[in-house]
């Protein structure tokens, strides 16, 4: 099953709404969550948190994450067509297989 | 900077063909990985490179092989490709393992 479950899994919204994406994981032995934002091509790294580090923001981008409920939302406010893409987000397991865990991603379209 | 540098970038092949997919990074990283991306899996790991001079399987690497030649470059060999390898790949590197993956512009791959 699983390991990193994503939703919802589109999403369609108009130009300056707020949008929440959320990202639920299920892993033995965690150690950081990475948000990555996926344009035409390549992943762009967005926020990576850990233990030490459960909320980061970065312009009209937030995260944070809740390592009780394991679970970890992406915040974007005032959305610009620009912020269209996928969002990927991915969970180092340090129990399980080397290497990150990406779950299948959030297609966000932001409508003018 | 160029960053993470795939190429080729669009390549054809047919069944039982093999081929090379190369990978050159200019930050100085330490690890680097490769990536299949298929729709509705998400980015699934292939093989990676901690630090120079090791390789370990990720979660398919059946099919693949992979070199290091040296701390910039990291080869995805297909030795005789399938069906199933049609994806698209990426490459990426990170200074510090799974912290902050920095991917390159992805590979497009067909196998007739």
């Known amino acids: 099953e699983d390991k990193v479950v994503q939703s919802p899994l589109s999403l369609v919204v108009h130009e300056g709404d707020t949008v929440t994406l959320n990202c639920s994981y299920e892993?033995?032995?965690?150690?950081?969550l990475l948000w990555y934002k996926q344009e035409k091509k390549a992943p762009t790294f967005l926020f990576m948190l850990?233990?030490?580090?459960i909320e980061k923001k970065s312009g009209r981008l937030s995260s944070i994450l809740d390592k009780k409920e394991l679970f970890s939302i992406l915040n974007i406010t005032a959305t610009q067509t620009g912020d269209s893409a996928v969002y990927l987000c991915?969970?180092?397991?340090?129990?399980?297989?080397?290497?990150?865990?990406f779950g299948k991603g959030t297609h966000l379209i932001i409508q003018p | 900077n160029a960053g993470v540098t795939q190429t080729p970038k669009f390549q054809v092949l047919k069944t039982g063909q093999s081929m090379t997919l190369q990978c050159a990074q200019d930050?100085?990283?330490?690890?680097m990985y490769w990536y299949r991306q298929d729709p509705g899996m998400g980015l699934r790991l292939i093989y990676y490179?901690?630090?120079?001079?090791?390789?370990d399987k990720g979660e398919v690497p059946n099919g693949y092989n992979v070199s290091r030649l040296n701390k910039r470059e990291f080869s995805l060999r297909l030795e005789s490709a399938a069906p199933s390898q049609t994806s698209v790949y990426f490459c990426?590197?990170?200074?510090?393992?799974?912290?902050?993956?920095?991917f390159g512009s992805g590979t497009q791959l067909s196998v007739l």
């Open positions: 990426a590197s990170s200074e510090i393992f799974n912290e902050k993956l920095f």
């Open positions: 892993v033995t032995n965690f150690r950081s």
């Open positions: 850990t233990s030490s580090g």
């Open positions: 991915a969970v180092e397991d340090g129990g399980g297989a080397d290497g990150l865990t």
């Open positions: 930050m100085n990283h330490n690890s």
């Open positions: 490179s901690a630090s120079e001079g090791t390789t």
